[in-house]
């Protein structure tokens, strides 16, 4: 089993950064980590994934240029920097650990969300 617990979540104007931290713990190994978002009324999206093996990353394209992941293997800590940030970024962020191969949209494992609310 893996437990992931989100934190940096917060209200933010719009232009404005949060770093998001997915802490995980557990034994079970894991490929990739991903972060997604839900927005009110609408559904579950894809925002960016990183390897735990390697320095390969994906980001959405609504979030390139903005959004960045990355990892701390020491800390067994995933993070989502985000800048300049929109009102439609507004959404809970979820952090979630697949045991699958890169191109698998399986994940086993979720976190409890953190919101994040940009303001205009």
């Known amino acids: 089993q893996v437990q992931l617990v989100e934190s940096g979540g917060g209200l933010v104007p719009a232009g404005g950064s949060l770093r998001l931290s997915c802490a995980a713990s557990?034994?079970?190994?894991?490929?990739?980590t991903g972060w997604f978002r839900q927005a009110p009324g609408k559904e579950r999206e894809f925002v960016a994934v990183?390897?735990?093996?390697?320095?390969?990353?994906a980001h959405a394209d609504s979030v390139k240029g903005r959004f960045t992941i990355s990892r701390d293997n020491a800390k067994n800590t995933v993070y989502l920097q985000m800048n300049s940030l929109k009102p439609e970024d507004t959404a809970i962020y979820y952090c979630?650990?697949?045991?699958?191969?890169?191109?698998?949209?399986?994940?086993?494992?979720w976190g409890q969300g953190t919101q994040v609310t940009v303001s205009s």
């Open positions: 979630a650990a697949s045991q699958r191969s890169w191109g698998s949209p399986e994940y086993a494992y």
């Open positions: 557990g034994r079970t190994f894991i490929s990739k």
């Open positions: 990183i390897s735990s093996s390697t320095s390969i990353t």
